[in-house]
Structure formats: C-alpha cells, structure tokens
C-alpha cells in the first residue's frame, strides 16, 4: 500500500476552529440538528462560516472518512486516441503495483465538463489527478483547482515543463530536432510539420532542427482546427497533399495523424518513403499497424506512467511549496516510412 495522507479539510479541522465537538459539526453540516444534539444558531452560522472558509466538501465514501483517502487517481484524458489509449492503459499497470486505481475521466474536449470532473474530484473520490494532455484553458483550470480553497493535487503529463503546475514530460522540443536530424540524414530538403499547433515544443523543435541543418523554415501546416480523431486526420492530410511542390519529409505531430497522412498518401498513389518520408511522435503501437510501418519518436510512455505515478504520489506525500518537475529521454524509432524497409 503506498503510504501518503490527503490533505483535505476534515471534520476535526473545522471542530477545532469552532470550539465545538466534531459529533455538533456532523450534525451542522449533515442537517442533522435533533433533539440529541442541540446546536444554537450561533453556533451552526460559525461551523457553516469555517467550513465555507476552508473549502470543506463531504467525502463521498467511507473510507475516505475513516482513511483520510481513496487509493483512487483521476486521469483526465481529453480524446481516446491510440496515444492517450495507451497511456491509460500503462498507468493501470503502474497503479495495480501500488495497489491503487485508476478513474479516467474523458472530456471529450469540453472545458465545461473538465471544470465538472475537477469539482466532482473536490469531495474524495479520487486523491490526485493526472492530467495527459489540455484543452483551451486547462492550466488555468488546473492552477486553480490546485489552489486555496480547492486544494488539488494535479500532476500534468506533457511535451514540456507546465509554468505553475507540477510536471512529468518527455522533451517535445528534442524530439523535434530528432525528427528532422533523421529526415536531413536521409536525404529530405522540403521538410513540413503536419498536425498539432504551432506554437508546440515539437514544432519548435523542428524548425530548430531545420535550422540547425542549414535548411529553410519548414512549412508549418496545422489546418483550421486541431485533428482530434482519425478521420479529421485524413481530412487535413488530403488538404496536404494538394501542396504544391510537396514536402518530401514531414514530420507529424502524434502518431494517429502520421497514420492519417501515410494512409491518405497511399491511396492517393504515392509511394512512401520514396515520395515523402513520414515520422510520427509517441511511438505508440498503431505505428506498427501501416504498410510501410511508420517511424516515430518514441516519448517514453511507460516510463512516463511510471514516473507520473512516482511524483504524484510524492506531492501527495510531501506537499512540497513549489512545482515538481521530471522527464524522460526521447529517442527515434526508425521504420519503413522513412527508410524503405
């Protein structure tokens, strides 16, 4: 059993504020008044009053009143793409070792119902959350959620160190160069970025590398909106393919949209890698799923799990001040979408 104790407003907290037993603060705060127990209306608006002060929400279940926890992390996943599949399914393994479980809560990309998820998490249900990967607003939500009188523990699993918010990350800016250190290697000039955001520390990345190799900016192409499935993936990669002249490596910002464009490239006649070479970045198992197989970077997925787990455990442990931060390695898988084999 890991050994950490929550920090949440407890009964005994707001007992101790208001001079009171902890049997007339249940009965305040359950509505419970009876002839047993009588509490004076003095007394139950200054229960009330402290409790509101400290942010005190009912735990859900009984052992969490008993144990001060749940031995249950919240993993909020926005889309379930093979990537964020995969994750979850690692952090399962890691949490069974350590005798806890894992509730995923998925968004589906709705900032409305990752603020309901985080409210929900206020009363127990969950000790800490690990949160793979943002939406419009999220570190602002997680930022306050972490604070006064909500008291949060979240952990952010990410491509780069979150300002303010503990975080386990693989380094999006490396894998990059990586990515276009090995489409420079082997012999690609017109390099693009496909997918994801600009302003991504892949991306980033890959334009250094370019940059590095004495190369032109890549193009940038990012489409009108973020490809959160599959077939938004092909949408974009057939408004790619009608480049002109077309990049001959690309590197793709996740793996499902580096299937998306391979995919789309192969039924658009082209022969890949000899047309264009593709890499993709988590290195996640749908790499092996395309003809020819597609090269990646691989971000440490499971060893991202284990470390997620390690340091949430630590901050709920420890409670340390200031930000924790930790990373792994990236490393390039290469494949038959740029080698030719």
Same mark, same amino acid.
């Given at each position: 059993?890991?050994?950490?104790?929550?920090?949440?407003?407890?009964?005994?907290?707001?007992?101790?504020?208001?001079?009171?037993?902890?049997?007339?603060?249940?009965?305040?705060?359950?509505?419970?008044?009876?002839?047993?127990?009588?509490?004076?209306?003095?007394?139950?608006?200054?229960?009330?009053?402290?409790?509101?002060?400290?942010?005190?929400?009912?735990?859900?279940?009984?052992?969490?009143?008993?144990?001060?926890?749940?031995?249950?992390?919240?993993?909020?996943?926005?889309?379930?793409?093979?990537?964020?599949?995969?994750?979850?399914?690692?952090?399962?393994?890691?949490?069974?070792?350590?005798?806890?479980?894992?509730?995923?809560?998925?968004?589906?990309?709705?900032?409305?119902?990752?603020?309901?998820?985080?409210?929900?998490?206020?009363?127990?249900?969950?000790?800490?959350?690990?949160?793979?990967?943002?939406?419009?607003?999220?570190?602002?939500?997680?930022?306050?959620?972490?604070?006064?009188?909500?008291?949060?523990?979240?952990?952010?699993?990410?491509?780069?160190?979150?300002?303010?918010?503990?975080?386990?990350?693989?380094?999006?800016?490396?894998?990059?160069?990586?990515?276009?250190?090995?489409?420079?290697?082997?012999?690609?000039?017109?390099?693009?970025?496909?997918?994801?955001?600009?302003?991504?520390?892949?991306?980033?990345?890959?334009?250094?590398?370019?940059?590095?190799?004495?190369?032109?900016?890549?193009?940038?192409?990012?489409?009108?909106?973020?490809?959160?499935?599959?077939?938004?993936?092909?949408?974009?990669?057939?408004?790619?393919?009608?480049?002109?002249?077309?990049?001959? !490596?690309?590197?793709? /910002?996740?793996?499902? *949209?580096?299937?998306?464009?391979?995919?789309? $490239?192969? @039924?658009? +006649?082209? &022969?890949?890698?000899?047309?264009?070479?593709?890499? !993709?970045?988590?290195? /996640?198992?749908?790499? *092996?799923?395309?003809?020819?197989?597609?090269? $990646?970077? @691989?971000? +440490?997925? &499971?060893?991202?799990?284990?470390?997620?787990?390690?340091?949430?455990?630590?901050?709920?442990?420890?409670?340390?001040?200031?930000?924790?931060?930790?990373?792994?390695?990236?490393?390039?898988?290469?494949?038959?979408?740029?080698?030719?084999?």
């Amino acid at each position: 059993m890991s050994n950490y104790t929550v920090k949440r407003t407890s009964l005994t907290d707001i007992a101790r504020l208001a001079n009171v037993s902890k049997p007339v603060v249940y009965t305040v705060l359950k509505n419970r008044e009876n002839t047993n127990i009588g509490v004076s209306q003095e007394t139950r608006e200054r229960i009330l009053k402290i409790a509101s002060e400290l942010g005190y929400v009912a735990a859900k279940s009984a052992k969490e009143l008993f144990t001060g926890r749940s031995d249950n992390i919240g993993v909020i996943i926005h889309v379930l793409a093979p990537y964020a599949v995969e994750i979850l399914s690692f952090l399962e393994k890691e949490a069974h070792k350590r005798h806890l479980e894992i509730t995923p809560y998925i968004t589906e990309c709705n900032p409305l119902l990752e603020e309901q998820y985080l409210e929900q998490a206020r009363d127990g249900r969950v000790d800490g959350i690990i949160a793979v990967s943002t939406i419009a607003g999220s570190i602002d939500r997680y930022r306050k959620y972490m604070a006064h009188p909500y008291n949060l523990v979240i952990l952010h699993r990410a491509s780069a160190p979150t300002p303010g918010v503990s975080t386990v990350y693989f380094d999006g800016r490396t894998a990059g160069e990586l990515a276009a250190q090995h489409l420079v290697e082997i012999g690609r000039r017109r390099l693009a970025f496909f997918g994801g955001t600009a302003q991504s520390s892949r991306a980033r990345g890959f334009v250094a590398g370019c940059e590095k190799a004495g190369l032109p900016e890549p193009l940038i192409f990012t489409g009108e909106a973020y490809a959160t499935d599959f077939q938004q993936g092909r949408a974009l990669a057939r408004d790619f393919l009608h480049i002109r002249p077309l990049p001959d !490596g690309v590197f793709c /910002s996740n793996d499902q *949209l580096g299937v998306a464009l391979l995919t789309q $490239s192969n @039924d658009a +006649g082209l &022969s890949i890698p000899d047309d264009m070479a593709i890499v !993709g970045c988590d290195n /996640s198992e749908i790499c *092996l799923y395309t003809t020819p197989a597609l090269s $990646s970077i @691989d971000t +440490g997925n &499971s060893l991202l799990a284990s470390k997620s787990l390690e340091v949430l455990l630590r901050l709920l442990q420890d409670r340390p001040d200031a930000p924790v931060y930790d990373n792994v390695p990236v490393s390039l898988v290469a494949r038959g979408s740029t080698s030719g084999k």
